[in-house]
Nanobody, 124 residues
């Protein structure tokens, strides 16, 4: 399984970015895929994730109403549209897959595969 993120960069507060995660070598039928982030000196946290079978999407409280996760099955790609960005959104954003699907798909403890990450920096 390979997860390759792109789309990070430097943006001013209030701006937008769209992250992409291309997935390959993926044999799973039931899984969750989404985004986590880790700011300097902080623990890695769940941002948003989707269950493949139900299409249920979860969002972290700090990004609700600003970030939108979407999935293009034909392109094997997951997107994270980030609007109204804040300096506190600055972090490395990781694409991740969980193969045992529960209501804890936003927990780092259950992630099976990680991408290498893409840096998002929001200036004030």
């Amino acid at each position: 399984v390979q997860l390759v993120e792109s789309g990070g960069g430097l943006v001013q507060a209030g701006g937008s970015l769209r992250l992409s995660c291309v997935v390959s070598g993926f044999p799973f039928d039931d899984y969750a895929i989404g985004w986590f982030r880790q700011a300097p000196g902080e623990e890695r946290e769940g941002v948003s994730s989707i269950k493949s079978r139900t299409g249920t999407i979860y969002y972290g409280d700090s990004v609700k109403g600003r970030f939108t996760l979407s999935k293009d099955n034909a392109k094997n790609t997951v997107y994270l549209q980030m609007n109204s960005l804040k300096p506190e959104d600055t972090a490395i954003y990781y694409c991740a897959v969980t193969t045992i699907v529960t209501d804890s798909i936003m927990s780092v403890d259950f992630v099976d595969y990680w991408g290498r990450g893409t840096q998002v920096t929001v200036s004030s």
